[in-house]
C-alpha cells in the first residue's frame, strides 16, 4: 500500500515540471502574480463547489496561512523563477526543499533529524545540480533568489500542512488552501502588476492546464501522499519536478541532454529510493493524517 501510496503521490511533481514550459510558451510573460491568481482561485472555487463546507473557528487563521504558504508565495516565487530562468533550473533551484523540510519537521513535527534523510536530499540537491549544470546555462541571480524562497514557502507549508489535522475531506481540505490562496494572489495582483492584456487561445489553454491539472488534480494527490507519507519522503519526490522539466526541454523543445545531466537523473532516482527507505525503516507504523474520505 506504501508504494501506491508513493506513486500516486509522484504524479503531482511530474506533472508540476511542466509549469515551466507552459509558462513560457504559453502564458504572457510580466504578469507573474496574475498567472498564480488564475491558477490557484479558479480552481479553488471549482472544488469548493464540489466540497461546499467552510473553515470554523481558528482554522480560518490556518487555513490562510496554509494558503499562503503553499501557494501565494510559493507560485509567486515560482513564476518569476519560472520567468527569469530555464524550466531546468527554475526547478533545480526548488531542490533545496526537501532538505529544509528535514530540519523544519524536527521541532515543529517532533520528528528526529534521520541522517539518512539529510543525505537523500544532499544526493538529490547535487543530482538535479547536474541536471543543469550539463546545459551550460547562465543564472539570473532575482530567478535564483525566487527559486530559494520558494523551496522555503513550500517546505514550512509541507510541515505545517502535516503538523494541522483538519476533520474534513481531503477534497475540502484542498479547496479551501487553493481558495485562500488565490485570494491573497488577487489582492497582490490588484496591487503590484498592471492590467492583463487580452487574452489569446494559447493563453486560455495554458491556465486552463494549470489550474485543473497542475493545481486541482494534482494538489489533490500531493495533500493525499502528506497525510499517508512522512513529510521527509514526501518532499523528496519534489526531485521528479526538475527532472520531468529537463526531460520536457529535451523532447518538446529539442534540448540535448549531456552524459553530465544523464548522471543527475540518476542521483535523483537514487535520492527518491533512499529518501522511501529512511522513512520506511524508521516509521514502519506512522499513523495517516486523520483527514476523513482521503480519495
Avoid at 78 to 87: D, K, M, Q, T, V
Avoid at 240 to 266: D, E, H
Wanted: aromatic share 10%.
Amino acid at each position: 500500500m506504501r508504494h501506491l501510496d508513493i506513486g500516486i503521490t509522484a504524479i503531482a511533481p511530474l506533472v508540476w515540471g511542466s509549469t515551466y514550459y507552459v509558462t513560457t510558451e504559453f502564458l504572457p510573460a510580466g504578469y507573474p502574480v496574475t498567472m498564480a491568481a488564475l491558477r490557484a482561485l479558479p480552481a479553488g472555487l471549482l472544488l469548493l463547489v464540489l466540497a461546499p463546507r467552510l473553515p470554523k473557528g481558528n482554522w480560518w487563521l490556518r487555513i490562510f496561512i496554509l494558503g499562503a504558504l503553499n501557494f501565494t508565495l510559493f507560485w509567486v516565487f515560482l513564476f518569476i523563477a519560472a520567468y527569469r530562468l530555464p524550466g531546468g533550473v527554475a526547478a533545480t533551484v526548488g531542490a533545496v526543499q526537501p532538505l529544509i523540510v528535514v530540519f523544519l519537521a524536527a521541532p515543529l513535527l517532533g520528528t528526529a533529524i534521520r541522517a539518512a534523510s539529510a543525505l537523500a536530499a544532499l544526493i538529490g540537491i547535487l543530482g538535479v545540480g547536474l541536471l543543469v549544470l550539463g546545459s551550460g546555462i547562465s543564472l539570473d541571480p532575482i530567478g535564483l533568489i525566487a527559486g530559494i524562497c520558494g523551496a522555503a514557502s513550500m517546505a514550512a507549508g509541507t510541515v505545517l500542512t502535516r503538523k494541522w489535522q483538519p476533520p474534513v475531506s481531503l477534497l475540502t481540505f484542498t479547496a479551501w488552501q487553493l481558495t485562500a490562496g488565490g485570494l491573497l494572489l488577487v489582492l497582490l495582483a490588484v496591487f503590484i502588476e498592471p492590467p492583463l492584456p487580452p487574452l489569446d487561445a494559447r493563453n486560455l489553454s495554458g491556465i486552463f492546464y494549470l489550474a485543473l491539472i497542475g493545481a486541482a488534480l494534482t494538489y489533490i494527490l500531493w495533500f493525499r501522499g502528506i497525510s499517508r507519507i512522512e513529510p521527509d519522503a514526501v518532499s523528496v519526490l519534489g526531485f521528479l519536478s526538475p527532472l520531468s522539466a529537463v526531460l520536457i526541454g529535451w523532447a518538446l523543445l529539442g534540448q540535448a541532454l549531456t552524459q553530465m545531466q544523464i548522471t543527475g537523473a540518476a542521483l535523483v532516482f537514487a535520492a527518491i529510493w533512499l529518501g522511501q527507505r529512511a522513512g520506511r525503516v524508521h516509521s514502519p507504523n506512522l499513523p495517516k493524517h486523520p483527514i476523513r474520505n482521503p480519495v
